[in-house]
């Protein structure tokens, strides 16, 4: 199993609402990535867990919450948001240089469209 | 720090021209990994091709290859034979010891048949 899988593929919300967004890999990856991906633009990095402990925080507002629960699973918790938080949002995994293995692979999810209204 | 630039914003060519797109990186991690990853329209990223700091053997996957230098600092990636179905953002990404994965500006890449 080669896969990140991401929930929900879309998702629009109101400035109020409370959402999650889930990702989840079976790769025993133990760093786990949240990317921002604005229109034509690349991903920006916004938070990075390393052995399930957060490692960075790009300086991302305090109304994105991320969890890892688990190895396997990062959520990103939403919670009155801005319209100009619309972007399709990505999650990956990688085993990581610092494990020291010889060969590592970043895999992506499809990601989340979110459409904040 | 830690770079990745693609000078390229946007490259056009005609279906079966070569292309190569171009990727520098700066970090003063010694272990590090390159990436190619191909978006297209449909918004996910595809991975193309890892490279560890300490292979800089050239690969060639099919129409893919890529010309790795670390004197120079460069990943670059040609398409040979262009199609119309490799239209889409291709994005250079460094991955460093600190688990940051650094993604370029991305590079357009459009085949016209």
């Known amino acids: 199993d080669t896969e990140v899988t991401q929930t929900p593929k879309h998702l629009v919300m109101g400035m109020t609402n409370k959402k999650s967004l889930k990702c989840e890999q079976h790769m025993g990856h133990r760093a786990m990535y949240w990317y921002k991906q604005k229109a034509k633009k690349p991903p920006e990095l916004m938070f990075v867990y390393s052995y399930e402990k957060l490692s960075i925080n790009e300086s991302v507002p305090s109304r994105f919450s991320p969890e890892c629960p688990n190895s396997s699973l990062l959520n990103l918790h939403l919670h009155a948001l801005q319209p100009e938080d619309s972007a399709l949002y990505l999650c990956?995994?990688?085993?990581?240089?610092?494990?020291?293995?010889?060969?590592?692979?970043?895999?992506f999810g499809q990601g989340t469209r979110l459409t904040v209204v | 720090a830690q770079k990745v630039t693609q000078a390229q914003t946007e490259i056009s060519v005609v279906e079966k021209e070569d292309v190569t797109l171009d990727c520098v990186y700066e970090t003063r991690d010694t272990t590090y990994y390159l990436f190619w990853y191909k978006q297209p329209p449909s918004g996910e990223l595809v991975f193309l091709i890892r490279r560890n700091s300490f292979d800089e053997q050239n690969e060639i996957s099919g129409r893919y290859s890529w010309n790795f230098q670390k004197s120079t600092s460069s990943f670059n990636f040609t398409i040979t034979a262009s199609q119309v179905v490799d239209s889409a953002v291709y994005f250079c990404a460094l991955l460093t010891g600190a688990n940051n994965l650094f993604f370029g500006t991305g590079t357009r890449l459009t085949v016209i048949p």
């Open positions: 990956a995994s990688s085993q990581g240089p610092g494990t020291g293995r010889m060969n590592t692979e970043a895999f």
